[in-house]
Antibody
Framework: QVQLVESGGGVVQPGGSLRLSCAAS????????MHWVRQAPGKGLEWVAF????????YYADSVKGRFTISRDNSKNTLYLQMNSLRAEDTAVYYC????????????????WGQGTMVTVSS | SYVLTQPPSVSVAPGQTARITCGGN??????VHWYQQKPGQAPVLVVY???DRPSGIPERFSGSNSGNTATLTISRVEAGDEADYYC???????????FGTGTKVTVL
């Protein structure tokens, strides 16, 4: 079945770094755009970053631009989020999600989500 | 940046109809997607492209979008529909995906 499984979360000090991974299975990973979305404790959803199916274009929320890097390895069916210069306000559950359709257009819905991985930034 | 505004909460009796609004400047010109999130779980897509339903989503869930307001309608509400609901669009002017503020639906 179609599945996304995140890993790599944990506790990190302010200013530190962490790399999240999202392992995909059950679909042709290399054909779909992929996203990272986060949710701070008790708060709403916040889109973080998007990468096109072939990695050719990347988009970031203003809150993470210049600190986070989204990437993918289509040979390993894996999506990544490198997070540097972490701040307390980055504390959240991080979800990966896939685009609904095989499209080169932006704005597609997110039809499959992982279970999330928790990132806590604290000293 | 583009802002999507939702009512914080909506309460509805079982069997009745819940309507959740999502307000944004000329949102009618955008494709709106809706997600349901139950406590401790990942979001689930319930409506995409304003009014389409993914496979497995009951017909009780429907959507509309016009002018400055998009609406998710849940007909014949059941206890299992109690959850947070989020609208979402792509803002081409900023190249950002945007989520609404979220609405907690309580089934009385």
């Amino acid at each position: 079945q179609v599945q996304l499984v995140e890993s790599g979360g944990g506790v990190v000090q302010p200013g530190g770094s962490l790399r999240l991974s999202c392992a995909a299975s059950g679909f042709t990973f290399s054909s779909y755009g992929m996203h990272w979305v986060r949710q701070a404790p008790g708060k709403g959803l916040e889109w973080v970053a998007f990468i096109r199916y072939d990695g050719s274009n990347k988009y970031y929320a203003d809150s993470v631009k210049g600190r986070f890097t989204i990437s993918r390895d289509n040979s390993k069916n894996t999506l990544y989020l490198q997070m540097n210069s972490l701040r307390a306000e980055d504390t959240a559950v991080y979800y990966c999600a896939k685009d609904l359709t095989v499209t080169t257009s932006l704005g597609d819905a997110f039809d499959i989500w992982g279970q999330g991985t928790m990132v806590t930034v604290s000293s | 940046s583009y802002v999507l505004t939702q009512p914080p909460s909506v309460s509805v009796a079982p069997g009745q109809t819940a309507r959740i609004t999502c307000g944004g400047n000329n949102i009618g010109s955008k494709s709106v997607h809706w997600y349901q999130q139950k406590p401790g779980q990942a979001p689930v897509l319930v409506v995409y492209d304003d009014s389409d339903r993914p496979s497995g989503i009951p017909e009780r869930f429907s959507g509309s979008n016009s002018g400055n307001t998009a609406t998710l309608t849940i007909s014949r509400v059941e206890a299992g529909d109690e959850a947070d609901y989020y609208c979402q669009v792509w803002d081409s002017s900023s190249d950002h995906y945007v989520f609404g503020t979220g609405t907690k639906v309580t089934v009385l």
